[in-house]
């Protein structure tokens, strides 16, 4: 069994509300669809009635049942409004929250979570990650403890499941971001039924060679052990180190980690986007996310090139991490 039929299993019947602002983007209006008669995620979409109508009969799809909302003739805007304002403490008015989340559908949809309305988001198809995290951002804010918000990629092939942070959102992360990445993506990476065994990547492997941007490898993990001493993870090691054995015997023998690591941290926002889609299409894995971690309740953010079985994967992400909240 696969690992999106295991989260399919854990899923069914449990009907976990998820928004998606993109309602009027085919992929992501089929996947919805598909994620109800699955009966693994209750959708919420956010769709004017006339665009909604459209597709249905030009698709022929079957959405009897189905929560369909336009943010724009929405009636119940007005606690969404107020607590919108309550949220920014001060820095909108109700006038500009009101007419903000008549007019902007991820302010709307994050709002949802928000309230308790629904229990996580999935957009990004039709956007850049910064307007499907700002609002997450201001509104689901981070959990406590963790400063910064971090991007991580589930790498499926086969039975192999792999992960890598953060490739989405730091650009040129410090030592303090790279191990609050490192302890945030252990707790993730728990949640989905596996062991975590990190890597934090460099091109040096164990002072083979000394920069600042080694040192600031060999820092993170200092402070990422003194933030969970539990953690299973190693740095500073080039990847063929932290992932082939025969490499890893070499280079860092007396490493818990080297050679059997499933997960990678990368130094750098280049390197581990570079990364990841170098895995995905050269190695054939099937990359899904950025799936966001350190906020309160799950927000995930979709490629703008991803396909309908993109979003449908990522629900299915979403749903179980609001289910582990």
Do not use: W
Not at 136 to 157: D, N
Not at 248 to 267: C, D, E, L, T
């Amino acid at each position: 069994m696969n690992f999106f039929e295991e989260l399919k299993n854990k899923l069914e019947n449990k009907r976990v509300k998820i928004v998606f602002p993109e309602g009027h983007d085919l992929r992501v209006l089929k996947a919805a669809v598909d994620l109800y008669h699955d009966k693994v995620v209750d959708p919420i979409v956010l769709i004017k009635a006339e665009v909604l109508k459209d597709l249905v009969i030009k698709e022929n799809l079957d959405v009897e049942g189905m929560t369909f909302i336009d943010n724009e003739t929405y009636e119940d805007i007005e606690p969404l409004v107020q607590s919108f304002v309550e949220r920014r403490k001060g820095k909108i008015s109700e006038y500009d929250a009101r007419k903000l989340l008549k007019t902007n559908r991820n302010y709307f949809g994050t709002m949802l979570v928000h309230t308790g309305l629904a229990q996580g988001l999935v957009s990004g198809a039709d956007g850049s990650t910064a307007d499907t995290i700002r609002p997450g951002l201001q509104i689901i804010k981070m959990k406590p403890g963790y400063k910064k918000a971090s991007g991580i990629f589930f790498l499926v092939k086969g039975e192999e499941r792999l992960y890598m942070a953060d490739c989405g959102i730091n650009i040129l992360p410090d030592a303090t971001d790279l191990a609050e990445s490192a302890v945030i993506t252990d707790q993730t990476v728990r949640q989905f039924g596996d062991e975590p065994r990190i890597a934090l990547l460099s091109f040096s492997t164990k002072g083979s060679a000394s920069s600042p941007e080694t040192e600031k490898v060999v820092e993170a993990l200092r402070i990422a052990k003194e933030m969970n001493p539990n953690l299973l993870i190693d740095g500073e090691l080039q990847f063929d180190a932290a992932y082939v054995p025969e490499v890893a015997q070499k280079k860092a023998p007396n490493s818990m980690v080297a050679g059997h690591a499933n997960v990678f941290i990368f130094p750098t926002l280049d390197a581990g986007n570079i990364g990841y889609k170098i895995a995905q299409r050269l190695g054939g894995y099937e990359a899904v996310g950025p799936v966001l971690q350190g906020l309160n309740k799950p927000v995930n953010d979709l490629s703008r090139g991803c396909v309908q079985a993109d979003v449908y994967n990522l629900a299915l992400v979403t749903a179980v991490q609001a289910m582990e909240e």
